[in-house]
């Protein structure tokens, strides 16, 4: 098993079937790589949406909710790839986002993730504008070497937003990324997307602050 893709999921259903068709479509070996899903209690019809899968993915659900930090770091301790990629439940991506990012961490052992460019979709998935990762990245569409990510102590479950900045502010403080600019991951923006609340995203841009030192928001 090389690679192991993670989404986590709360009430998404109506996306989640997109997000994993899509990773099932992958041009890449089938026997060399896992979708999991950590359902994180949800309250609307994802488990139904899982089931439909069947035996093609791994599901985990959880019967408490537990914030996205920590169901993510149930995905990557259930994990069995060498390498690990989070998707959200409600983007998808490229057929060949996999292979790409494998290749080259495969061949780039400086490395210790790889992220890739992306494109912001509307709700009919019509494209609304390209962006470089590196310049405006993302928490999703990464592949991370596993033991990479184990030695930086995964993500800190006290975030309930920006938990990739924290995340990518402690992996790089011991690893580098590397962008390829490709655009392989969709990343769908909608009414209901998490950085929309702004009073739980200036709570955790406090919390980020106040961690790293960082200028105040």
């Known amino acids: 098993m090389k690679v192991s893709v993670i989404i986590t999921n709360y009430n998404y259903a109506r996306y989640l079937g997109r997000a994993i068709r899509s990773l099932l479509d992958q041009n890449y070996e089938k026997s060399d790589y896992e979708v999991i899903i950590v359902d994180d209690n949800s309250s609307d019809h994802s488990l139904e949406v899982l089931k439909s899968f069947g035996d093609l993915i791994r599901t985990i659900e959880l019967e408490t909710n537990v914030g996205l930090s920590e169901a993510r770091n149930i995905g990557v301790r259930n994990a069995r790839g060498q390498y690990v990629v989070f998707v959200d439940a409600d983007d998808y ?77 402690r992996f790089q403080e011991r690893f580098e990324v590397y962008n390829i600019i490709l655009p392989l991951y969709r990343y769908r923006r909608h009414e209901s997307n998490l950085t929309n609340d702004q009073e739980k995203m200036s709570v955790y841009s406090q919390l980020l602050s106040d961690k790293h030192g960082l200028e105040k928001p």
């Open 93 to 169: 991506v490229h057929s060949d986002l996999l292979w790409v990012q494998q290749q080259f961490l495969s061949y780039n052992h400086q490395f210790g993730a790889v992220s890739v460019d992306y494109v912001l979709v509307d709700e009919s998935e019509n494209h609304v504008e390209r962006i470089n990762a590196e310049q405006v990245p993302i928490a999703c569409g990464i592949m991370f070497r596993l033991d990479s990510l184990v030695n930086i102590g995964l993500y800190d479950k006290k975030f309930r937003a920006h938990e990739e900045r924290d995340l990518r502010i």
